[in-house]
């Protein structure tokens, strides 16, 4: 059973006096985050309306936790947005407006694989935050603060909420196949929208050079790169027993909500 979401807000995020290589100071892997985080607003929106379509009863504490913990990530991310709008990077606007077309379409016409692709996604990021979450040093730390505050308080909800959506599938009896099928498509759609956004980032930035280019492709897929991190945890999702809650971040996230100063669930 999940333990009930509790909605936070995040104080003293990202502004215009943060600087613009907030990942250590580094030109490759700030335009990598800063890609992941230009999806999520849309992305959010995407799991919310897929959620409530299914939901049995939408005023269930659970699932309006939920709603409220991913509008809360779509509004924050959205100022991280405007932020790189600031900086120039007006294609990003661009994505996002294909993006909620491609997405709002889904939602309508096709809702069980926008369900499907809900779990799957929210299996990612809750691989993200088990991350964050145990090594936030390999992590958060090389975040410029404004910017650790943001995604430590995200990747602590993504934990807490991980199963709603799943549950929220199961209770509808909703096929093995499709929640396959769907994360095979979320990680192969997830990589390449990161990649052309990625892409166009650095060479908008002027930082599409060979030796960037080559030292961040170690950074990401070298040893103890962050995808290597990422891609073990994977692969549970595909069998038939899978829960999300198999993997117990409980105790954790009661510690680092202390550490880190945030409401306890
Ligand atoms: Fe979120
Ligand atoms: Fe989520």
């Not at 936790?65 to 120039?88: P, R, T, Y």
């Not at 991350?131 to 404004?146: K, R």
């Not at 492709?217 to 073990?232: C, E, F, Q, T």
Request: charged share 25%; with cysteine.
């Amino acid at each position: 059973m999940s333990a009930q979401p509790v909605i936070r807000t995040v104080t003293d995020g990202p502004d215009q006096q943060t600087p613009k290589y907030w990942y250590g100071n580094d030109p490759f892997l700030t335009h990598f985050f800063n890609a992941v985080s230009s999806t999520f607003p849309e992305g959010e929106r995407f799991f919310i309306r897929a959620v409530r379509h299914f939901a049995q009863d939408g005023n269930d504490p659970v699932i309006r936790a939920f709603v409220g913990q991913e509008g809360q990530h779509s509004k924050a991310h959205d100022v991280h947005i405007d932020l790189m709008l600031a900086q120039g990077f007006s294609g990003i606007a661009r994505f996002n407006r294909v993006q909620k077309r491609a997405m709002g379409w889904m939602n309508r016409r096709v809702p069980r694989l926008s369900l499907a692709l809900t779990v799957a996604i929210e299996h990612v990021t809750a691989v993200f935050a088990h991350e964050f979450l145990h090594h936030p040093d390999y992590w958060l730390e090389p975040m410029h603060p404004d910017m650790q505050r943001l995604w430590r308080w995200h990747a602590l909800e993504e934990a807490e909420h991980k199963a709603v959506a799943f549950d929220v599938y199961e209770a509808r009896g909703l096929p093995l196949w499709l929640r396959r099928v769907a994360m095979l498509d979320a990680t192969m759609g997830f990589l390449g929208e990161i990649f052309v956004r990625h892409s166009y980032l650095l060479i908008k930035d002027g930082h599409f050079r060979p030796a960037t280019l080559w030292r961040g492709l170690r950074s990401l897929v070298g040893r103890d790169g962050i995808l290597r991190r990422l891609a073990p945890h994977i692969g549970p999702f595909y069998h038939r027993d899978f829960h999300p809650n198999q993997v117990d971040d409980r105790s954790l996230l009661a510690q680092r909500c202390r550490e880190w100063g945030l409401a306890a669930p």
